[in-house]
């Protein structure tokens, strides 16, 4: 055996084949964890509910506001809607934005009646409509309702056309005119696109309320399920006269008004 | 009558590259409009929450009602044999793509997420009229490309005919989808009816006849190609029958709205309350039909070459203001959420909504309308989309037996 074919031999020595078997193993294991643990993880983080946990068409959340409570200047549950939802500060090149292309996800009206001069003030906002005619018109299905009746924007598939918009009765939705400077990880929000109340779901899908109802101190607004007989908004609506907005739409909206 | 002979434009005359040069200026210009509304949002246009569609989608509409409407003449020859508009099909068809390509591009340019044109391609909602639209435009696009192949392939002129019948329908039906993006919104109340849909068509009739016409004349002016004035008359008296459909549907139109009480308000606005108001009266009333109307018939002006184009040209106008009125006046409109009350809020309740359009939207709907002119343009110059010569004698059937019999007189 010449000293060329003993070198290549001891090349091929077991040890040294360990050595390098180790090292791929290692090297594998270490590969495997930086590329699947982030995975797992965001998995876990991500996760959708299971079947048994999510939206349901067994449950209707609504609303039924009182007018007679809600205070006419007070803007507590709008401002509450904005600070939750990442719409309260609305600036380009540090002015705030004018008036008329603000996002507005929720507003007080105040109304005083032509023939009888009573006044009124409530908030309006989305209505949740059984029928929307958002969901109907969006041209990609990015306007969809949930199964529990939340009618939501999917922010990645709306190619903001705006047809929504105009086919709305209750001018519920804005269009995001200018760059999103800030959102929550929670309420993702981006320019050219279409938004509007979302029943707050992200806090809705933790059992708790929106933010516009945890924040009205004269409790003028009530959330729950229209579905469930034993719940506090569905003892209420029997019990009191309440309309909806344009019901002669036949929409069906989930947020009902009393007092109007 | 002669075999037609078709051939392209020359196109290397001084006012050809002129004209070229600056439709391709303005395209570039409207492109640039269109990056710096994409760019910094919609908050640089005119366009805001309460108007929220704006002069870019009145040129767009306008552009894709014309676009259909422009297919009628190439219809009337293959679809109901008649044998004068044969010659003048090819241009039609040529037309009517030009100007949907440019209706769509200055739609697209518009959205918030125009990016996003492949989620809109392969995301389909099929209750959404919008989304029926965008088949029907494709759909427009590609039939009407057969169209014009089997015009132009000898070997396959004999499936023009059906072709044509086929590209008829789906024109119908696509002008139907564009009248019904306004007629399927039952909250506005300038909207919601169903005689947006016929209105939008016999509207189509009119401005795609009105530009058809227009082009043509252009065309055979230029290239210095005969066009027969008696062909023009012709067109110019089927444009007058359109223009007179228009205004009838507009009359019922609004007499339904003015007998129902509940729609009393929205009428006074569009008919007498308003800046729109003027606008329909002026523009798209007067202007743009009744003075049309006399120019075309009236004894006095009827065979008057220059009033006839002119008068072409107000009904582009008219309808241009039409679609203005229907599109930003209906949101101008406040929607009534409350009858019985007296609104106010810090987003526009019971106000009448302003807008003020921008040069940006200005310039891309410019823009769009010289993306058709483009099209058109280079379309003429590299098919045989023109015949050489339109004079009486070569293409009226009848042209050597009328000269007998007015020879013998």
Redesign the interface.
């Known amino acids: 055996m010449t000293d060329h074919e003993n070198s290549a031999k001891n090349l091929l020595k077991a040890p040294d084949n360990k050595s390098r078997r180790k090292f791929i193993g290692i090297a594998s294991g270490v590969t495997g964890m930086t590329l699947l643990a982030p995975g797992i993880f965001l998995n876990q983080v991500a996760q959708a509910k299971t079947d048994a946990e999510a939206a349901s068409s067994k449950v209707r959340w609504g609303m039924l506001i009182d007018t007679n409570k809600c205070k006419s200047g007070c803007n507590d549950c709008v401002s509450a809607c904005a600070d939750e939802n990442g719409w309260k500060n609305q600036t380009?090149n540090n002015e705030e934005?004018?008036?008329?292309?603000?996002?507005?996800w929720m507003?007080?009206?105040?109304?005083?009646?032509?023939?009888t001069g009573r006044e009124?003030s409530l908030p309006?906002m989305c209505q949740h409509c059984e029928k929307p005619?958002c969901?109907?018109?969006?041209?990609?299905?990015?306007s969809f309702k949930r199964d529990d009746g939340i009618v939501l924007v999917d922010k990645?598939?709306?190619?903001?056309?705006?047809?929504c918009?105009?086919?709305?009765?209750?001018?519920a939705r804005?269009?995001?005119?200018?760059?999103v400077e800030f959102h929550d990880d929670y309420m993702p929000r981006g320019?050219?696109?279409?938004e509007s109340c979302t029943f707050c779901v992200h806090l809705v899908d933790k059992n708790k309320s929106p933010a516009c109802v945890s924040s009205c101190n004269e409790k003028a607004i009530m959330f729950g399920d229209l579905n469930d007989k034993n719940s506090d908004i569905s003892k209420r609506v029997s019990q009191v006269a309440s309309r909806q907005?344009?019901g002669d739409?036949r929409t069906d909206p989930g947020v009902r008004y009393q007092g109007? | 009558m002669k075999k037609l002979i078709y051939q392209e434009i020359e196109g290397k005359s001084t006012s050809y590259i002129k004209v070229a040069a600056g439709l391709i200026a303005t395209i570039l210009v409207g492109l640039l409009a269109a990056y710096y509304m994409e760019h910094n949002g919609h908050v640089v246009t005119g366009m805001n929450n309460q108007i929220v569609w704006g002069l870019p989608h009145v040129f767009a509409i306008f552009m894709i009602v014309a676009a259909s409407g422009a297919l009628n003449i190439a219809s009337i020859g293959s679809v109901f044999g008649k044998t004068p508009y044969k010659p003048l099909a090819p241009l039609s068809a040529l037309l009517s793509i030009a100007l949907l390509l440019g209706g769509l591009s200055i739609l697209l340019l518009d959205l918030g997420r125009p990016d996003r044109l492949i989620v809109a391609m392969t995301h389909f909602n099929f209750k959404s009229i919008f989304a029926w639209n965008i088949i029907l435009y494709n759909g427009f696009l590609a039939i009407v490309a057969v169209y014009i192949w089997t015009m132009m392939e000898g070997r396959f002129n004999k499936y023009t005919k059906p072709v044509g019948i086929a590209a008829f329908i789906w024109r119908l039906i696509l002008t139907t989808g564009t009248g019904s993006i306004f007629g399927f919104l039952v909250a506005r109340e300038a909207y919601d009816a169903a005689i947006m849909a016929p209105m939008f068509i016999v509207l189509s009739f009119s401005v795609g006849l009105a530009i058809y016409l227009l082009v043509l004349y252009a065309a055979y002016k230029y290239s210095d190609r005969p066009l027969s004035e008696k062909l023009i008359n012709r067109l110019k008296n089927l444009l007058g029958v359109f223009v007179g459909g228009v205004l009838l549907l507009v009359t019922i139109f609004h007499l339904t709205n003015l007998y129902a009480a509940e729609h009393s308000g929205v009428e006074h606005f569009t008919l007498n309350g308003s800046s729109y108001a003027f606008m329909f009266w002026v523009f798209q009333i007067f202007l743009g039909s009744i003075l049309p109307l006399v120019f075309f018939y009236h004894p006095a002006f009827a065979n008057q070459l220059k009033l006839t184009l002119l008068g072409a040209g107000l009904v582009i106008v008219g309808g241009f203001f039409q679609i203005y009125v229907i599109v930003i006046g209906g949101q101008a409109y406040p929607l009534e959420l409350f009858p019985e009350y007296d609104v106010s809020s810090s987003f526009y309740d019971g106000e009448v909504a302003l807008y003020f359009p921008s040069l940006p939207e200005m310039l891309l709907g410019i823009g769009g309308v010289a993306i058709a002119g483009v099209i058109v343009l280079f379309g003429v110059k590299l098919l045989k989309f023109l015949p050489v010569s339109l004079a009486d004698k070569d293409i009226d059937p009848h042209y050597n037996s009328q000269n007998k019999v007015a020879n013998k007189k």
């Open positions: 380009r934005l004018p008036n008329e292309v603000r996002v507005q507003r007080k009206v105040e109304l005083k009646g032509k023939k009124v309006v005619p969901v109907d018109v969006c041209p990609t299905g990015a990645h598939t709306c190619i903001g056309c705006r047809y918009m105009m086919a709305c009765p209750y001018k804005s269009f995001v005119h200018s760059p320019m050219g696109t279409v907005i344009r739409l109007l």
